[in-house]
């Protein structure tokens, strides 16, 4: 065949060759199509059994509330931040997934998505990310599968075309550091850390890494914790505060769903309804759909002009979702018990806890005091600890007895007097750990756990620790504004030399947060006692008390939880009221060690045990035999006013 015969063959083939080329090309060359993020989502979100218990493709009419809430963080937006206090659900992470999907998609640009903590940022990859990128075919042909080599598609770390998305743990300053970032997710703001790894507020840290970038987009999503320490509600006090407004399907008027509007039904029994606070008729759980397709959100202020912030309980979770009446039997459940009724804010309403702080009444306290023998354990007391708040010339050690539900009963309240540099107060309070406290049950104990503030005389705290053991003593270091979540931290090891120069490997160090502690001793502080002859129990946490004097309240009581705002930025701290603190102090140290010994997580059984072994008279420790002396001690000089 010769050449032209070749080429007259083959044109046929290169006509429809050079036909999809230029398709190609004019496909090529077109923009995306202009989508809202959650047009986006209903078009391209799938869900499946793994990650949703509603499968199929996702549908933003199903919670309209969030619509407003993507669409804002579009780029052509003109809000930089997004701010969103929410109760549970309602949805707000998986909005933030729809939007983590139309960047990979539409809006290509480097992303950083923080959680509180690594782990959880691991766990967020693996149970959502995971299934947003594979359930979704438009995701998963963007970012290449994980176990291929060198796919740039890690737990922490997914490359897409002009992109990635990197997860991170708001407690590694190293990784909130770690990259610059166009956009960025803080999702439960309020479970970060105070200060990460000593380099400043997470917050603060991860927004650094976003100026760069002139448009810049910002989501910060949490439920409260705390008022004036919650960072959602700083963020949202910033925004526009939108609400959203729904319409009566009585009066056909807007109105937003309030906590005191709902309420058992007086017309079925045993279901919840919303009376409307505008016509006063009954609103039922299945007539929300339809209210909340019609509702609006409105702006209540006029915010800092770059923020635009919602706030939505868990009132309008729709219909199969959270019902009214779960709400309502959830709220019910927590008028017992003041850290329930927390957790309903919180989770429910969607607001902060406001009466952490308020010092609870002396007077009160003063005269609810009880008649049972100082230095004895009153019935119902199964477990010692104390605490030892170390001045310069004294160490002041309270007793306390724990038993079910958190209930507590101060024993006894003892000042050793002497310079603390000297070893004699020390073996003072070393002979306190063999003592032995009868029981109304007719055994004795002994103090199992006791803390001491290495605060002051650190070296000789350090000292004391080191050769008493950990067993039943520990080193903690209150801090009130510290980097750990919880009321006591996990242990660091520290050694001191006799130059004072700190070595690792050592003394056990315990971090107490006693902000924490304080706010929950305040919560029990300001129980009201039961009225037994009406057949009423004492509540959870409930605290007892001998006959002290005046100044062991005054002491107890001597702080308060002040608000502070600063450049914007609403902060709280605990200030004193007064110069003497030190029963405060005691007493948050000896919630410590028992928090150390996790009597939270004790059965009832174990209860059962400590109890049934006191009654046999075998306790933890044992009734001293007559040819075992009981240690003496000097003199123990209490302060003028403790006991009466």
């Not at 997860?167 to 960025?184: D, E, H, I, T, W």
């Not at 006063?280 to 770059?306: C, H, N």
């Amino acid at each position: 065949m010769t050449p032209s015969m070749k080429l007259h063959a083959a044109l046929p083939g290169l006509k429809a060759a050079n036909d999809v080329t230029r398709r190609a090309c004019r496909m090529g060359g077109q923009p995306d199509p202009h989508l809202l993020i959650s047009e986006w989502a209903d078009r391209y979100r799938v869900l499946t059994t793994r990650s949703s218990p509603e499968p199929g493709l996702w549908l933003t009419s199903r919670t309209p509330f969030l619509r407003d809430i993507m669409d804002s963080l579009m780029a052509d937006s003109p809000w930089e931040r997004v701010v969103f206090m929410k109760g549970s659900q309602v949805g707000a992470t998986e909005s933030g997934n729809n939007w983590i999907g139309y960047v990979m998609h539409l809006a290509p640009g480097p992303m950083l998505v923080v959680q509180p903590t690594e782990t959880m940022a691991k766990r967020n990859s693996k149970q959502r990310i995971g299934p947003l990128i594979e359930d979704s075919p438009i995701l998963r042909t963007l970012v290449r599968p994980h176990k291929e080599r060198d796919s740039g598609n890690t737990i922490l770390a997914k490359e897409f075309l002009g992109g990635i998305l990197v997860l991170a743990g708001a407690n590694s300053a190293k990784q909130l550091r770690s990259m610059a970032a166009r956009y960025l997710f803080l999702d439960e703001v309020d479970a970060y850390p105070a200060n990460v790894d000593r380099e400043g507020e997470p917050c603060d840290l991860a927004i650094a890494r976003t100026s760069n970038f002139r448009q810049r987009k910002i989501l910060i999503a949490s439920t409260p914790t705390i008022a004036g320490r919650s960072r959602i509600e700083t963020f949202f006090s910033q925004s526009d505060q939108n609400f959203y407004h729904l319409p009566c399907p009585r009066c056909a008027r807007f109105i937003t769903l309030l906590p005191e509007q709902l309420g058992w039904s007086p017309t079925v029994p045993h279901q919840a309804s919303y009376r409307c606070q505008e016509c006063g008729r009954e609103i039922f759980d299945y007539q929300k759909t339809e209210m909340l397709a019609r509702g609006e959100w409105r702006p209540s202020a006029a915010g800092d002009g770059v923020t635009r912030g919602y706030h939505l309980s868990s009132y309008y979770s729709p219909v199969g979702w959270l019902s009214w009446t779960q709400i309502m039997r959830t709220r019910d459940k927590a008028l017992s018990s003041p850290e329930k009724m927390q957790a309903f804010y919180n989770t429910i309403l969607g607001q902060p806890w406001a009466d952490q702080g308020e010092v609870p009444e002396v007077d009160r306290l003063f005269e609810r005091r009880e008649n049972y023998a100082i230095g004895e354990v009153p019935e119902g007391g199964l477990l010692l600890t104390a605490g030892a708040d170390v001045q310069r010339n004294r160490i002041e050690v309270e007793i306390v007895a724990w038993g079910r539900d958190r209930h507590s009963w101060s024993v006894d309240y003892r000042i050793f007097e002497g310079d603390t540099n000297q070893p004699q107060v020390w073996g003072e309070l070393a002979r306190i750990l063999d003592e032995e406290f009868p029981s109304f049950y007719g055994g004795a104990l002994r103090i199992q756990k006791l803390a001491v503030d290495s605060g002051f005389n650190t070296m000789r705290v350090y000292e004391w620790t080191r050769r008493m053991g950990s067993q039943r003593v520990m080193a903690v270091k209150g801090e009130s504004h510290t980097h750990i979540s919880a009321f006591v931290g996990p242990p660091t090891l520290i050694d001191v030399t006799p130059g004072g120069r700190m070595v690792r490997g050592g003394v056990r160090l315990w971090p107490v947060n006693t902000s924490i502690g304080k706010e929950e001793l305040y919560r029990s502080l300001r129980l009201s006692a039961p009225d037994l002859a009406a057949g009423e129990e004492w509540p959870a946490g409930y605290c007892h008390f001998p006959n002290y004097g005046r100044e062991y309240f005054d002491q107890l009581c001597a702080e308060q939880l002040i608000t502070h705002t600063l450049a914007g930025r609403t902060t709280t701290r605990w200030e004193k009221r007064r110069d003497r603190n030190e029963a405060l102090d005691s007493r948050i140290y000896a919630r410590a060690a028992a928090a150390v010994l996790r009597i939270e997580t004790w059965t009832p059984q174990r209860w059962h045990d400590l109890e049934a072994a006191l009654r046999r008279g075998a306790a933890i420790g044992r009734v001293r035999s007559a040819a075992t002396p009981m240690p003496q001690f000097n003199p123990v000089k209490l302060t003028e006013g403790f006991l009466e």
